[in-house]
């Protein structure tokens, strides 16, 4: 088994000069490290006994400091002044070596503006704050929770200040730009205030209507079956299980460490087959994208998914396009049928498909419907603004929470299991984050429109089970290109508008009003 | 949580000095590291997928890299003069700071003498050695393993080379003195030739006595009920699953990352509960001495076992001296009952005993019986020795190990998968180790005749499934200890006497002498 480490240009090609080895070389070694720190993560969430918290936080501590102490190595510095002034590597920016030149200047720029000690403080804190979440989600206890939320906020406010922003800016951007290059919170507001509206006239109209059947969502299953049928599933749609695993833990996540070994977990509730099912799918569409990655460049920008939107508009393609469709339940619903046998008597494909697409407000984001969904981000992206610019203090996010989703969603919040203490993100750290769902749901309606366009009725192949054709075309389209693009660049690449509202609202319109017969 | 790297004497003791302090600090940091791998390794035994490898191998090579120059810092070596100048540290030879500098200086004079590349290809070589004998082993392919295996010899040779071995010594010495400190072949000689012939007499004896009844290992049990049976065995031992895990793999091992985090392996066939409750109930050994280590010296040598022979002892401890013993069957064999139902309907209390202690020369080291068991390791010990100086070519392993169990076991080996392909040891490059397992068996007999004499009828306890005390005794007198004693002292130390084989074979005489009915 040669190392991957080793790999080299096809003699083809014209050779690399020694400091772009070099620099490639080393980014590889401190991808080992930081491959390595995602996989101790996957462990605490999913194997790690419980009493072995405090000694997992040390490792990731550590792991973490060596991991940054390789990225902010001043020889990266030097390396990359001798290659940027080498027009062989850059004049063809979409070439392997402009790509990574590009992108390991980004990272480093930003990496050496953090000290050390803020790394391993981030690294330790979230670690505990995540176990603190979890604790005081199961208790329902905010007050057990806030002094570490308030060590994040206030940790991260210490990182977008090393970080810094545009003139106009404010410290939201300064972490936003770090799962998106070139997010800021005026572009959201932007992208936000016209979308709303369209959404809400909607949601709205569906509400008045009347409403679908939910038998779907009242069967009871039982566990083991549903996640046997959960990976008949994700075997059928190209996960390779040969090259990633399925596991559970208390909230779904795919990590990944790299393209021969990505971790999805999905999450099981006797009587909530459709939220294992819709996790399940979305995660598999982040773990087909880090599947498709190439792995010739593996450990490189080159090799890695392009940013949190894109990588988004992944799992929700498949989560809502695919999984939500027609097409899809009327291969999927036998199954179904197979794999629950009386359970599952009575219940028809029309009330299945009903089931996967009701539309009503409800409390939480992850069990939220499509069209509600985006308001869920709304919220979560407003608050932790107000967080970072200290317009709202830590104490007080419970009940501003509970106001605007009253004031958006029309709902009253019981408590806070059920509201603010609902989502890990915040305790992982990553506040700057939840937009990029929104935004990769919007991605996800126009890349679905293209591969329509180009690959002709994929509904005839869906009602087969055959969804080979799509994920080839994501692949060779989105998959392989790695970081070649930026997001906004990939829409235009792929589809050849930029991005607009338009597809998700002709997806979300054209499925559901007649579903509510609202036509 | 508290970082457990923090940890401090109580304010009672008197303050350590700086460089003590500094390098307590470092060893745990580096232990940080050694434990990150051992994870990533049990990861890769359990959890990986298959396509995983080649990046887990350059993930485990860069980390081995990193802990190897850790352990080799220069500063180690300024410390270390500093404290062992200092009497306040090291009057008292069993106290902690003494046992710290003693056993860090030995670690150091050793890992100073390999140099970085040897342990990285070490680490890397084992890594791939270990994927391509789990495909020999299933392909009975021992061409296919043989470079794999050749490349491990002859890298512990230069290991061997760089530790150097006293004058009259060998090769084996130095690799040997790695898993038990002062272990030769010599002494290994010494011990195992008054031994052979006491087992051969009562192996022969057996073996012309009535047969005892099979019917134990006939039987066809569900997988997941024997998992679901050794899991309340294991539990009822003490094993904490709050502090560790239960998983299986191709070859049970216990990974002793750290205390609260004690990783054991199973594995199961259908008609080998025997097999699997007798490895589970031997890992399960492993894991309670791990797990009883004290936390207060985590990632020092003060907070690790003492040896492999030591570790053994608990692992046969366990494994023989209570889980082939009469009482522990009068308490587990209606738990049996429980958990199987009408498929164990027929087996008697009495034919489950005798099945447990089956005595008979057979092909695979791990499902050997318990008298038995001791010649496989002989015949271990003599071919890895032999391999090491050169007597011996990887070529030939297969017929030199055919002809020594034709010679020891009066038994023709049928094809390699059943001969020297059923161990993982060497793939890993655990030469030299074999023998400790015997010298396991020698001090758990002696260990448990110690505890009967203190704690009274042990008998009884079992009976009722009470294990604690026994637990209690070995955790009080060995566990919490950690590396106060070398293996000889701590023998000394627990039982009063130097190490003899006369309590492994009144245990052996005693026990099956009367089962096979030759008193």
Redesign the interface.
């Known amino acids: 088994?040669?190392?991957?480490?080793g790999h080299r240009p096809p003699p083809d090609q014209p050779p690399e000069p020694p400091a772009y080895l070099d620099l490639i070389e080393h980014i590889r070694?401190a991808s080992?490290?930081s491959?390595?720190c995602s996989?101790?993560s996957w462990?605490q969430e999913t194997?790690?006994?419980?009493?072995?918290?405090?000694?997992?936080?040390?490792?990731m501590?550590?792991?973490a400091r060596?991991s940054h102490e390789h990225f902010t190595d001043p020889r990266i510095g030097h390396w990359l002044d001798t290659c940027e002034a080498d027009p062989a590597l850059t004049t063809s920016p979409t070439s392997a070596s402009a790509v990574n030149l590009r992108e390991i200047r980004r990272d480093y720029d930003k990496a050496t503006r953090l000290p050390t000690d803020l790394v391993e403080a981030l690294a330790?804190t979230t670690s505990?704050a995540k176990?603190a979440w979890v604790d005081a989600r199961r208790d329902n206890n905010f007050p057990g929770f806030a002094p570490y939320l308030r060590r994040v906020v206030e940790l991260n406010i210490r990182k977008a200040e090393c970080f810094g922003w545009a003139g106009d800016g404010e410290p939201w951007d300064a972490l936003a730009d770090g799962y998106e290059a070139g997010l800021n919170a005026a572009y959201v507001t932007s992208v936000f205030t016209p979308l709303r509206p369209r959404l809400v006239a909607l949601i709205e109209a569906l509400g008045e209507a009347a409403q679908l059947d939910d038998a779907f969502d009242r069967l009871v299953l039982p566990v083991p079956k549903q996640d046997a049928f959960v990976r008949d599933i994700v075997a059928a749609l190209g996960f390779?299980?040969?090259?990633?695993?399925l596991d559970t833990s208390a909230h779904p996540f795919c990590s990944g460490?790299?393209c021969?070994?990505v971790r999805m977990t999905t999450r099981f509730h006797e009587n909530m087959l459709n939220d294992a099912l819709g996790s399940t799918m979305h995660e598999t569409g982040h773990g087909i994208y880090n599947q498709g990655l190439p792995p010739e460049h593996?450990g490189t920008p080159r090799g890695e998914p392009v940013g949190l939107s894109i990588h988004e508009s992944q799992s929700r393609l498949w989560e809502n396009q695919v999984g939500r469709s027609r097409a899809f339940w009327s291969w999927a619903y036998p199954k179904l049928r197979d794999h629950f046998g009386d359970a599952a008597r009575g219940l028809t494909e029309d009330q299945v498909y009903a089931g996967a697409n009701r539309v009503a407000p409800s409390l939480i984001r992850v069990e939220a419907d499509e069209a509600t969904y985006n308001l869920h981000i709304m919220v979560r992206f407003e608050l932790e603004r107000e967080l970072l610019n200290g317009s709202l203090d830590v104490s007080d996010l419970p009940g501003a929470w509970n106001a605007r989703y009253r004031e958006y969603l029309g709902i009253d919040v019981p408590d806070d299991a059920h509201g603010c203490l609902q989502d890990i993100h915040w305790s992982m750290g990553a506040i700057g984050y939840f937009p990029t769902y929104t935004l990769g749901n919007l991605y996800a309606a126009q890349f679905f429109e293209a591969a329509r366009d180009e690959l002709g009725d994929l509904d005839a192949m869906f009602s087969v089970g055959d969804f080979e054709p799509l994920r080839s075309w994501l692949n060779e389209k989105i998959h392989r290109l790695g970081m070649t693009y930026t997001s906004a660049e990939l829409c235009e690449h792929v589809t050849g508008k930029p991005l607009s509202h338009e597809p998700l609202m002709r997806h979300l319109e054209g499925k559901l009003r007649p579903l509510y017969e609202l036509d």
């Not at 088994?1 to 480490?5: E, G």
């Not at 194997?47 to 490792?59: N, V, W």
């Not at 390779?240 to 695993?245: K, L, Q």
């Open positions: 088994m040669p190392s991957l480490l070694r080992l490290l491959s390595t996989l101790l462990d194997m790690m006994p419980a009493k072995g918290l405090a000694y997992r936080t040390d490792q501590a550590l792991l060596l330790r505990e176990a390779d299980f040969d090259a990633g695993r460490t790299h021969f070994d593996i």
